[in-house]
């Protein structure tokens, strides 16, 4: 499975690539290496951020985020647990990292289009899906590659509705329950010309 997930047919130098729970940038490094990609990597713990950031300094296609994407601005609380740090667990050692509102992240940047993203944010996403569909979003994602996370009984319907909710717009290309799953952009709902969006 993670052969196939690192193969993108018609990725390069000028695709932009979102990596949304960045950790330490393994996976966006690779991106890089493999394609030559233009990277936004969302991390919103201050330590990983940092360490990011300082990782690839001096390397222009590759932008640190030091936040979440999410619904609503905010705060997390999040669990110092190595690469499963979490607002989701009960932890003793905690950190606290800032979530952007979508909609006011996509008004000030100028991106129309997203050719991969890929998110593993523990259990965040149920909040971060919704919000990019809502924001109109969901049309410039190219690939979705997501792992949802199962806290508990009722994460598997909030899944299925999320699901039939990226159907609208994409095509699930593979999916391992609650391991990872791939979604493709449909031809007939990409959009040219993207229209601006309203801050929250």
């Known amino acids: 499975m993670e052969v196939t997930r690192m193969q993108f047919a018609g990725l390069g130098p000028e695709s932009v690539v979102f990596d949304v729970g960045g950790f330490k940038g393994n996976w966006a490094a690779d991106i890089h290496d493999r394609y ?42 999040l669990s110092d647990d ?23 992240f996509f008004a000030k940047a100028d991106i129309p289009r997203i050719d991969l993203v890929k998110v593993n944010i523990e259990g965040g996403e149920y909040e971060l899906l919704p919000a990019l569909e809502e924001a109109g979003i ?46 493709s952009l449909r031809r007939s709902t990409s959009v040219a010309e993207p229209e601006p969006l309203a801050g929250p």
């Open 138 to 183: 969901m049309p410039r994602i190219g690939i979705l590659q997501v792992q949802f996370h199962l806290f508990s009984a009722d994460d598997i319907p909030r899944r299925e509705a999320i699901r039939t909710m990226l159907a609208k717009t994409h095509s699930c290309d593979w999916s391992y329950d609650f391991v990872w799953e791939q979604w």
């Open 82 to 104: 190595g690469d499963a740090s979490s607002s989701f667990r009960n932890a003793e050692n905690t950190v606290t990292g800032r979530i952007e509102p979508v909609a006011r």
């Open 36 to 77: 030559g990609a233009r990277l936004h990597i969302f991390e919103p713990h201050p330590v990983f951020a940092e360490e990011i950031r300082s990782r690839f300094h001096g390397n222009d296609a590759i932008v640190t985020h030091e936040f979440a994407l999410g619904q609503s601005e905010g705060h997390l609380t």
